[in-house]
């Protein structure tokens, strides 16, 4: 594009066009207005959320739905430090997100001006790279590199801080078609060699298995995936995050493994020979005691080296682009069958299935059980849905419940578990793909971090439902407590906690109360009829578990 006159506030806008941005969430401040005010002249639709750590969800989210990074935007100080846990919630799960924020002007800087904060250095163990724009004329290389290397390599949040004064210059606008930056080579494909090391495990294994983390998601590789399982009759678990990157119905797959997995995955975890792991830190909330891989042959494929082998031993590394080297993988192999491992699974898999479906009969009573809930709930939503689910009892029954097709989507925080997720993670997730059906699944107390955000919702007429769990307590909190420290429960009551129904009411927001198993299905019903916002507040027994071992 040719060289254009306009005040770098301009051209920030300008250069989010050109990367085909559609929607920023964002709250305005004094030091982002020269921003905010050239936005009124683009197609471009700002969602003005009510807490600016939502607009990093949001954000996240969108990221999440459309694969692409997305932007928000914040003023200096408390404006700006508030994204940050959004920040680093993206971070630690690798969502591509541009975190803009205002900044006083340049003279002041280092001065403890009024809303100063040093934003870049308190976002920098959170971020890819930050940015502090100090000159006019850099603007559009500055905002080209930041996308560039927040969607590419691994995933993860760049920050463009940007002082109000340098927004009002004028510069000489040209946005760049390409960057090149000598230090950050993010590598795509894999090693050949390795990858024919990894196909020769593959065909020397009896009980392979594949774990498959949110790196598949990210990477688009849910196909490969499928192909690489049926192809080679491999089992396959998942991360947390990985949770869709198969079918949730999918024969071959046994289930989320790790703390809070179900019994099923976390046996073939342990009775593998040969564990491949796709797009997977293999954390500690995976795997919690590494050394049950002292038998086992592990190939790690990760798009960042600096996570193979960090947290699990690994005998074939291969660093590159997860659908890159699925692909390449598949190339190695030919047809096999590994029939006795999988009716072991298989069997597992129902015999651990007819256990939970009896306690759930046996403990039918007064209260709604959650995990018959969750379940009734995938009954009843379109195959292509995203349920986006907060921290805490809630996102375990989540997990471990959640039915998904191939276009199902399951969205939550893994790494960072920020409470208060759900609900802005849901506006931005249905803001990205409308023709989603899309459940915010909450806790009381994470609801109460959030609801704020139903405004949102409905000043922008986005069409997000809401199930908020009530149990009155912190319950993960309490179960740790009660497993713990000898029952001894310290600030885990919610007592004081509002009816949430008139809390929607007070939005304009219709909702019901579901008090037993035997409303939920139709309840469900209504709330997926329903084409605007819409908020179930589900009575859970207070002494419901999550599982925590």
Not at 354 to 369: F, Q, S, T
Request: charged content about 25%; some cysteine.
């Amino acid at each position: 594009m040719a060289k254009e006159k306009m005040t770098v506030a301009a051209a920030m806008v300008k250069a989010l066009e050109e990367e085909g941005i559609k929607h920023i969430f964002g709250y305005p401040g004094a030091a982002i207005c020269p921003f905010f005010d050239e936005l009124l002249h683009s197609e471009i639709k700002s969602i003005l959320v009510r807490h600016e750590v939502n607009s990093g969800h949001a954000a996240g989210a969108y990221a999440r739905i459309t694969g692409k990074p997305a932007v928000c935007v914040a003023t200096s100080g408390p404006g700006a430090t508030n994204l940050i846990t959004a920040i680093a919630t993206a971070h630690m799960d690798s969502i591509p997100i541009i975190a803009i924020t205002g900044q006083v002007i340049s003279s002041l800087v280092g001065r403890d001006a009024f809303q100063e904060a040093d934003i870049t250095g308190a976002c920098e163990p959170f971020v890819k790279h930050s940015y502090l724009v100090k000159n006019a004329d850099n603007i559009g290389e500055i905002i080209k590199k930041a996308f560039y290397i927040a969607g590419t390599g691994r995933p993860g949040p760049v920050l463009i801080d940007v002082p109000m004064d340098i927004q009002k210059q004028e510069t000489e606008f040209e946005y760049p078609e390409t960057v090149e930056i000598r230090s950050y080579k993010p590598r795509f494909t894999g090693n050949k060699l390795q990858i024919k090391k990894a196909a020769e495990a593959l065909r020397n294994s009896s009980r392979p298995l594949i774990c498959a983390g949110g790196g598949v998601i990210a990477a688009g590789a849910q196909e490969e995936l499928k192909k690489l399982s049926e192809m080679c009759d491999i089992p396959v678990i998942s991360t947390m995050m990985g949770i869709g990157a198969i079918s949730t119905r999918h024969k071959n797959y046994y289930g989320m493994l790790g703390v809070f997995g179900v019994a099923t995955a976390k046996a073939a975890l342990e009775e593998c020979d040969l564990l491949i792991a796709l797009g997977a830190r293999m954390s500690d909330r995976s795997v919690k005691k590494p050394e049950i891989f002292e038998n086992t042959r592990v190939i790690h494929i990760d798009v960042d080296p600096a996570e193979i082998g960090k947290n699990s031993p690994v005998n074939i590394p291969i660093v590159g682009d997860v659908k890159k080297i699925t692909e390449q993988f598949i190339e190695e192999l030919s047809a096999m069958r590994h029939e006795e491992w999988q009716n072991t699974l298989s069997r597992s898999k129902l015999v651990n299935g007819e256990k939970a479906d009896e306690e759930i009969r046996l403990r039918k009573g007064e209260y709604v059980n959650p995990k018959l809930f969750i379940k009734a709930l995938c009954g009843v939503l379109p195959s292509k849905c995203v349920i986006c689910s907060d921290v805490g009892s809630n996102q375990i029954w989540a997990a471990n419940n959640v039915e998904l097709t191939a276009e199902g989507r399951f969205i939550t925080s893994g790494g960072m578990g920020t409470m208060g997720y759900a609900l802005p993670a849901a506006v931005g997730a249905k803001t990205a793909d409308c023709s989603a059906e899309v459940v915010a699944l909450c806790g009381d107390g994470s609801f109460q971090m959030c609801f704020m955000e139903l405004a949102t919702a409905v000043q922008h007429n986005i069409n997000v439902k809401v199930v908020v769990f009530v149990n009155n307590y912190l319950g993960m909190v309490r179960e740790l407590q009660d497993n713990n420290y000898g029952g001894r429960r310290t600030m885990v009551d919610l007592s004081g906690s509002p009816d949430f129904l008139k809390i929607a009411e007070a939005y304009g927001i219709s909702g019901e109360t579901v008090a037993s198993d035997k409303q939920a299905e139709e309840a469900v019903k209504r709330m997926a009829a329903s084409d605007k916002p819409y908020l179930l507040q589900v009575i859970v027994d207070t002494n419901e578990r999550s599982l925590i071992e």
